[in-house]
């Protein structure tokens, strides 16, 4: 690693571990197997970190299966879940895991809004094929431009502003803010039977006493509205379509 300069290593875990743990312990010692794994690879870790300061590890894991604390202090899940490409599990997925892990990542390989919108994370993989030449580019284009905004507000605190669900005929919505740039997105998700064409959302954090301007990114007009007035009285958020993921982004007036 020192001499091809690697400074980002990924280590996949592709099986299911447990029953070759359990053969190899005798019925008086089942456990062993496995603690002495885990901690051999901790500190595998611990001394690839120390040889190489500054080096990314990428927990993969088949998707999900090593977000516990050890590893999370050394690694960060950049695929955190083999259930992909499913609006609504992605929805779920990030709805959940950024309560708990601030930088993780997902990705896609279809040009499709909704799809791509449900599985923005902080890391984001983009694995469409570039040599087809009938992929919606504009498109893309306009959903990477829209991530670049969105992805560094993921980083900030974190607000639920409607019930964790994962059925077909509910809206779905939270809030990542900035306190300290006062700026931050709101994500809403009308799913695919949710008879409502209308939802309002309280926002959380923000500066009562400070104007706010709310842009959503297909456009329309840009709200400017009191953090008091977001707060208390909410945000409507709008759409005629279904499934559809709206994305608003707001900022504080300097």
Request: hydrophobic letters at 35%; aromatic letters at 10%.
């Amino acid at each position: 690693m020192t001499d091809q300069g690697i400074d980002l290593y990924r280590q996949d875990f592709n099986i299911d571990p447990l029953s070759y743990w359990q053969s190899d312990d005798a019925d008086d010692r089942q456990g062993v197997a496995e603690m002495r794994h885990v901690a051999g690879y901790l500190a595998y870790w611990d001394d690839l970190l120390r040889r190489r300061p500054g080096m990314l590890i990428d927990s993969c894991a088949s998707g999900g299966r090593r977000n516990d604390l050890e590893t999370l202090r050394r690694a960060v899940p950049l695929l955190r879940s083999d259930y992909t490409f499913e609006p609504v599990g992605e929805q779920c997925h990030t709805y959940g895991v950024a309560s708990w892990i601030p930088f993780h990542g997902t990705g896609f390989l279809t040009c499709d809004k909704y799809l791509i919108r449900s599985q923005m994370s902080p890391e984001f993989t983009m694995g469409v094929d570039t040599r087809r030449k009938d992929q919606d580019y504009d498109l893309l284009r306009k959903m990477v431009a829209e991530w670049r905004r969105v992805g560094p507000c993921q980083l900030g605190d974190y607000w639920p502003l409607t019930p964790y669900s994962k059925a077909n005929d509910a809206w779905m919505a939270w809030q990542f803010d900035l306190p300290e740039e006062g700026r931050g997105v709101v994500q809403a998700f009308r799913r695919a039977d949710c008879p409502t064409a209308s939802l309002r959302v309280k926002l959380r954090g923000l500066d009562p006493a400070a104007t706010y301007t709310v842009d959503e990114m297909d456009g329309g007009a840009v709200r400017t509205l009191t953090g008091r007035a977001l707060m208390d009285e909410g945000l409507e958020i709008r759409t005629t379509e279904k499934p559809a993921a709206v994305t608003l982004c707001y900022g504080r007036v300097r």
